[in-house]
C-alpha cells in the first residue's frame, strides 16, 4: 500500500513538473518572440533612416518636386523620378490624352 501511495505521488510530482516545464518553455518562447519583434521593428526604422529620400539608383538624395500638383521624388544627381503609391494614378488617370502628353514632357525635361 506504501508502494503504490509513493508511486501515485512519484506520479504526480512527474506530471506537476512536466507541467510547469511546458509552461516555462511557453513563457520563454513568448518573451524571445516579443524580443524579436522588437528588435524587427527597431532595425525596420534603423533602415529607414539609412535609405529615407535616397535615390534607389545611384543613392544620393532625392528631393520632392511638384508636377501638376503631384508631389514627386527626384534624385539631385541621376535626375531620377520617383513616384509613391497612387501618383502615377493621379498624374495620369485623371487626364486627358494631351495633358497625359505634357506630363511626359515635363518629367523627362523636353
Excluded: P
Excluded at 67 to 87: H, I, P, S, W
Aim: some cysteine; overall charge negative.
Amino acid at each position: 500500500m506504501i508502494d503504490s501511495d509513493r508511486s501515485r505521488e512519484d506520479d504526480w510530482f512527474r506530471q506537476n513538473e512536466q507541467e510547469l516545464l511546458e509552461a516555462a518553455q511557453k513563457a520563454r518562447q513568448k518573451r524571445e518572440q516579443e524580443r524579436a519583434a522588437h528588435e524587427s521593428a527597431q532595425e525596420r526604422e534603423r533602415l529607414k533612416k539609412l535609405h529615407w529620400m535616397k535615390c534607389a539608383k545611384c543613392g544620393h538624395d532625392l528631393r520632392e518636386e511638384d508636377l501638376d500638383g503631384v508631389k514627386v521624388d527626384r534624385c539631385t544627381f541621376c535626375e531620377g523620378l520617383y513616384l509613391d503609391a497612387n501618383e502615377l494614378d493621379q498624374l495620369f488617370l485623371a487626364r486627358n490624352g494631351e495633358q497625359r502628353r505634357g506630363i511626359v514632357r515635363r518629367m523627362l525635361g523636353i
